[in-house]
């Protein structure tokens, strides 16, 4: 990962150099207007979903920044254990969300996922220079991270359809506010990776394209050449040679006396 002092203020999101940042998707919502923003939540995880399996099949890494609910002896089990119980408000909201093997998971204290946390450690052995930032809630932790993360000069993509607070104006302005402050893209997923798709295929096929074939005659053989091979090749080269010398500089031009002329055939 560039120096912070080397990672362009505004520069462009590229995929291949991004994290995906899921935050606070593992949640008990047991808080007031829990309800409202599970509402507002339910249809943002399945987009998560679409776009975390996107990363693991790109071989992108995937990160979980989540509230520790204030136990501060929890690890990830405890936290998913916390969240998924019976009667968790919130429990639904995880379902094809959990983490996987391959996936990084942060714990933190307060609003913002690099507020007292090794995030930003993190990122920088995983030579990140990009940010997808997705999760609950828009308009406060996500909001928090979006501008601390533009704060170390990350490149910020924050999906529309990735985010959720508990109304659509409250969402909404978020949005504007990460757009406008951070710089983030704010397109939406389903509209982002078949655009990404469509151009990792074109490169492809331009790199296919752009492969030298060999010649057969630049085969190599698959044995050794005998001594009369060798010799007729020789031979056939040096007529080869001849001839094209010949057409270059023909024995009756002026400019190149150095032909000689060939004796008249009988």
């Not at 008990?28 to 829990?34: A, I, S, T």
């Not at 204030?70 to 995880?94: F, P, Y």
């Not at 995983?126 to 809630?137: H, P, S």
């Not at 397109?187 to 074109?202: C, G, H």
Request: negative net charge; charged residues 30%.
């Amino acid at each position: 990962m560039a120096e912070t002092g080397q990672r362009g203020h505004e520069a462009p999101f590229e995929p291949e150099r991004s994290a995906l940042l899921i935050v606070d998707m593992l949640n008990d919502l047991e808080f007031e207007g829990g309800e409202e923003l599970l509402e507002q939540a339910m249809p943002v995880a399945s987009a998560i979903v679409h776009l975390r399996d996107w990363y693991h099949a790109h071989g992108l890494p995937v990160i979980y920044a989540n509230d520790n609910f204030g136990r501060w002896h929890a690890d990830l089990a405890k936290v998913i254990e916390h969240c998924r119980r019976v009667g968790s408000r919130g429990g639904v909201l995880s379902d094809g969300l959990l983490p996987g093997v391959e996936d990084y998971f942060v714990l933190k204290p307060r609003h913002s996922a690099f507020y007292e946390t090794p995030l930003c450690t993190l990122l920088e052995k995983l030579e990140v220079d990009a940010l997808a930032l997705v999760g609950i809630a828009g308009d406060d932790c996500v909001l928090r991270t979006a501008l601390d993360a533009q704060m170390r000069r990350f490149a910020l993509w924050v999906p529309a359809d990735g985010i959720a607070s508990q109304t659509t104006l409250r969402n909404q302005r978020a949005l504007s506010c990460m757009q406008e402050v951070a710089k983030a893209d704010i397109n939406r997923i389903d509209a982002r990776l078949p655009e990404w798709d469509n151009t990792q295929r074109s490169q492809k096929m331009t790199s296919h394209d752009r492969k030298d074939i060999k010649h057969p005659d630049c085969v190599k053989p698959q044995r050794p050449e005998t001594e009369n091979e060798r010799q007729g090749r020789k031979a056939h080269e040096s007529e080869l040679t001849d001839e094209a010398v010949e057409e270059t500089f023909p024995a009756s031009d002026p400019v190149s006396p150095f032909i000689p002329a060939k004796t008249p055939e009988d």
